[in-house]
């Protein structure tokens, strides 16, 4: 289909057009919530099944939508827009602590965010990969930007004289891939550990980069 059908314009059952597109666009994104997040799963849901779970029609979906692709993407970058919320605000309550706490509420809240609904970890680390080069890409550029928060807190530490001064980049982008992995098994069940210790593990490795061995903060 070369592109969206048209979608109706002016009032009806008291909502205008843009509300009434808006709320068809927010039932079809939590219907593939559930679809994709949980069974059948991405590769395995229809358009035409993903319409009847929404309660709308085919026609009203491509009103919305090119295609599925459209709606995974819209879903991860909801996804991350959602953790990233919650890290920056445990950010701002915790910037005035030590280092160390500081960290670990980050860690915690984005932990806690991106796993305390099982079909976020899904979309985020299962479902996106290898779906597209264009969904591969902004997988991509979804994690560069979790590098650059990384390195901003880095930088901001190593400011303050609480953490070594030095180029960031490859250490904040390796640790998001252990990020990234970790959150991934324990999700999946294969590891014995609790998200505590998930969190203390990753909290740990962040430490180690920030704080290598011989090195003394000027001050916390």
């Known amino acids: 289909m070369a592109g969206r059908l048209k979608a109706p314009t002016g009032r009806y059952g008291g909502k205008s057009a843009t509300e009434r597109q808006a709320e068809r666009r927010r039932r079809f994104l939590d219907a593939a919530f559930d679809l994709f997040g949980d069974a059948p799963g991405y590769r395995a849901t229809t358009v035409a099944a993903l319409s009847e779970a929404a309660g709308l029609s085919t026609r009203q979906f491509y009103e919305e939508f090119h295609t599925l692709e459209d709606v995974l993407a819209a879903l991860h970058l909801q996804v991350n827009a959602w953790a990233e919320e919650a890290v920056l605000a445990a950010f701002a309550e915790a910037r005035d602590l030590p280092l160390a706490e500081r960290v670990t509420a980050m860690f915690r809240a984005y932990a806690a965010n991106v796993s305390g609904d099982p079909r976020r970890i899904r979309i985020t680390f299962v479902e996106i990969i290898g779906v597209s080069p264009r969904l591969e890409e902004q997988r991509l ?33 390796a640790f998001i891939g252990s990020v990234n992995g970790l959150l991934h098994d324990w999700s999946a069940g294969w590891l014995d550990a609790t998200l505590d210790d998930v969190v203390d593990e990753l909290v740990r490795q962040l430490l180690g980069i920030l704080r290598p061995e011989g090195w003394s903060p000027e001050g916390d």
């Not at 979804?142 to 400011?159: F, G, P, T």
């Not at 609480?162 to 180029?167: I, L, N």
């Open 141 to 173: 550029a979804r994690r560069s930007r979790w590098v650059d928060l990384i390195c901003a807190e880095c930088d901001a530490s190593a400011a303050r004289g609480q953490a070594a001064r030095r180029d960031y980049r490859i250490a904040a982008t």
